[in-house]
């Protein structure tokens, strides 16, 4: 019997076709994600797994902890305790990662950065988790799997593969304003003391009279900001691969403190409605030029932790834990992290996770949740395990709930993500990127782009190679001009064959 020639259809792990790969379930096509998407959780769940016991992303970070201190008053946006008056101080913890390679690698990579930073207040502990990056590759969580298997090793080789790397970012032109960041030189800082960090998701701010805007929170080093080149990267990878754990410890035990600014940007939801693009796409920016930054505090970091592995490697970061007065959005990638990130801590951590030092809150907690691994103090000791309750066990506090929020559509359906007026413009914002660096910084964009692109091969290589110049044609023509050139790839070369570029 001769082989069929049509390709596998693409099934859950019980068999079930699945009908759509890149989009999550969500009410309306700017509204939240539903629980109902069993694909997306299976899909997340299964990645959290794939890797014991180091993180499947980030494995490779540096810690410290620190304080945060506000230095203005942002009480008409928000009730949340921490920003009740300017002065406020609360302890907090940081760590800084690279993103795709494994514990053992070097953190001078051409990689983002993780920007993990968890604040202990009286109301609860806040995670902001986020990038030295204020946009990600892609919009949908049910992508993130797909991306960081591109960033991993190739199955056959077990080698990092600029062929399957390339071939997903051209058949993914949403990840188009990334990757520029990423092969501009804020791909290789100079350590972690030296770059700016991102919430880089939209969150909601709550005041006291149950108001809601968006936000976007802004961390910028005053440091000053301070990148490797290309070859200044790869050569310190060979002379210390840990190159940025070295300089953040060092300045803290010397006594020279790094330091941020803590920024917001803030929407209306008027505006997020007349706003040219969708203002929870993970993939675009809110230019400050309509939505300036406003200051509001400053976090130093002051203190190496005293055991690397119980602090650093157990901290546990999530951006579901917020508190009264500061929310989530309908952001679909924030959406699939609130899920996906306490999965993953509680496969590594196990159950209790939250209770090891570096992430339970100082100020304690209380609820019925008992047993299970590393169920760490008196387990809930003799009180009830259930609620209600007649023995005085913890109640609900409504005085914090949220205003309702309205959604985008009432019919559930997997969308599009890149339908819809500006939804599908992956090229306006790297364009403008290109365009704001200066002349040397444009130089060595394009020479990263060629070396990384350079390293494409295999049957495809011209297929994929022509699929991204596409895309670095529509950014900028001087861009693509210079990539091409820097390829020895004649841009006259027939276009017909190649498959369309948006997927």
Partial sequence: MEESTQPKKLTTAAGRPIFDNQNSVSAGARGPLLLQDYFLHEKLAHFNRERIPERVVHAKGSGAYGTFTVTHDITHLTRAKLFSKVGNECRMFARFSTVGGEKGSADTERDPRG?????????????????????????????????????????????KSPTMMWDFWSLNPESLHQITIL????????????????????????????????????????????????????????????????????????????????????????????????????????????????????????????????????????????VDGIGYSPDKMLQGRILSYPDAHRYRLGVNYEHLPVNACPYGFSNYQRDGQMALGDNGGPGPNYFPN????????????????????LFADRYDRNAGPGND??????????????????????????????????????????????HWFRADI??????????????????????AATV
């Fill in 183 to 322: 092969m501009s030189d804020r791909g290789t800082p100079y350590g972690y003391r030296h770059m700016h960090g991102y919430g880089s998701h939209t969150f909601s701010l709550i005041n006291a009279e149950n108001e809601r805007v968006w936000v976007k929170f802004h961390f910028r080093t005053e440091q000053g900001v301070k990148n490797f080149n290309n070859e200044d990267a790869i050569r310190m990878k060979g002379e210390d691969a840990d190159f940025a754990q070295h300089d953040l410890v060092a300045a803290i035990d010397n006594g020279n403190f790094p330091r941020w600014k803590m920024f917001i940007q803030v929407m209306t939801d008027e505006q997020a409605k007349t706003f040219r693009w969708n203002p929870f796409d993970l993939t675009k920016v809110w230019p400050q030029g309509e939505f300036p930054l406003h200051e509001v505090g400053v976090m130093e970091l002051n203190e190496v932790p005293v055991n690397y592995h119980a602090h650093v490697e157990q901290a546990a970061f999530s951006p579901a834990h917020v």
């Fill in 425 to 470: 413009d992956h090229y306006t914002q790297a364009g403008n990127l290109f365009r704001l660096l200066d002349a040397q910084a444009q130089r060595n964009l394009i020479s990263n782009v060629v070396g990384s692109m350079s390293g494409i091969d295999g049957p495809k290589k011209d297929l994929i190679t022509q699929r991204q110049l596409c």
């Fill in 115 to 159: 920007f993990a930073l968890k604040f202990y207040t009286e109301d609860g502990n806040w995670d902001l988790v986020g990038n030295n990056t204020p946009v990600f590759f892609v919009k949908d969580p049910v992508k993130f799997p797909d991306f960081i298997h591109t960033q991993k090793r190739e199955a056959r080789s077990n080698l």
């Fill in 478 to 499: 001087r861009l693509g001009m210079a990539i091409a050139k820097g390829l020895g790839v004649d841009v006259e070369m027939p276009t017909e064959h190649i498959a």
């Fill in 390 to 409: 007649s023995f005085d066990g913890p109640v609900e506090d409504k005085t914090v709930g949220e205003p309702a929020q309205e959604l985008d559509g």
